[in-house]
């Protein structure tokens, strides 16, 4: 089997398609990332993070056992743990990664046979009114995501498959081929 990378701008839909896909392929395996921050009420170690202390984290990057990983916010890191990922590829599993674009370019460095899929708005206009239709960022948090989501899009070119979210039934159905595909 094989690994895919998903990643796509701020409010493009990102959760909501690989939701879908999840439906789709009920044997498609989710990665879960490794936190150093406290779980939040409610949260399972092992099922919403991995939580882990920070010298935990530490030593896991130094052996090389993170295909990614970020400092978030100048406080907690959060990362993919390499060996989950390695055993459901192990088992067969076709295996999916949703990461920022940091991350995705460390998977190409550190997993060069994931295929890369950019998930893209159908425009800028409709990026901008997906995020303020959301509601649930500040007008500053909006206008600091949409710079990132500037820097993002212009990454578009750096990924093996481009899929643009017109509608999440397409977007699913897309994404879909280009896994039964293998890239």
Not at 56 to 81: C, I, S
Not at 82 to 95: F, I, K, S, Y
């Amino acid at each position: 089997m094989q690994a895919f990378v998903l990643t796509g701008p701020t409010a493009v839909g990102k959760g909501t398609v690989i939701a879908e896909l999840r439906k789709e392929m009920p044997d498609l395996w989710f990665s879960i990332s490794a936190t150093t921050r406290a779980p939040r009420p409610g949260e399972v170690d092992g099922v919403n993070y991995f939580f882990v202390t920070h010298e935990e984290f530490d030593r896991l990057v130094a052996e090389g056992q993170m295909l990614e990983w970020a400092v978030v916010h100048g406080l907690n890191k959060y990362g993919t743990p390499r060996g989950p990922v390695d055993e459901a590829l192990a088992q067969g599993r076709t295996v999916l990664l949703e990461v920022d674009l940091a991350g995705a370019r460390q998977i190409r460095e550190s997993m060069p046979e994931a295929a890369q899929i950019f998930l893209a708005p159908p425009s800028w206009e409709e990026l901008e009114a997906r995020l303020r239709g959301r509601g649930t960022e500040s007008a500053e948090e909006q206008r600091r995501r949409l710079e990132t989501a500037k820097v993002e899009l212009a990454a578009e070119g750096e990924f093996d498959e481009v899929v643009v979210n017109i509608t999440v039934a397409q977007a699913t159905e897309d994404i879909l081929k280009i896994m039964a595909e293998g890239r």
